[in-house]
């Protein structure tokens, strides 16, 4: 099993920039796939941004060339850097990591955008 604990959180102008973290205990986290998911308010919850357990990434559409996710493996850590913040972009973020099917999540963390 994966336990994950999102942070990094809070308040940004547009255009600003944040950074969240995902802390994950448990064995085995270098063979997971670890994504970062957003719901926002009214809507289903969508993948933002994944790395692979081979270090690749792949990206939603509408945060390409804005967000970049990374891991460490040694530290058991996901970051996801988000740069020129938009007002759409406010959601409750979540971690996620998966392997063979199975899936696990953070409790979440909120991101509001707004001036």
């Known amino acids: 099993q994966l336990q994950l604990v999102e942070s990094g959180g809070g308040l940004v102008h547009p255009g600003g920039s944040l950074r969240l973290s995902c802390a994950a205990s448990g064995m085995f986290f270098r063979l997971y796939h670890m994504g970062w998911y957003r719901r926002a308010p009214g809507k289903q919850r969508d993948l933002v941004a994944v790395?692979?357990?081979?270090?690749?990434?792949d990206y939603a559409d509408s945060v390409k060339g804005r967000f970049t996710i990374s891991r460490d493996n040694a530290k058991k850590l996901v970051t996801l850097q988000m740069n020129s913040l938009k007002s759409e972009d406010t959601a409750v973020y979540y971690c996620?990591?998966?392997?063979?099917?199975?899936?696990?999540w953070g409790q979440g963390t909120q991101i509001t955008v707004s001036s």
């Open positions: 790395v692979y357990n081979n270090g690749s990434t």
């Open positions: 996620n990591g998966e392997r063979l099917g199975s899936d696990y």
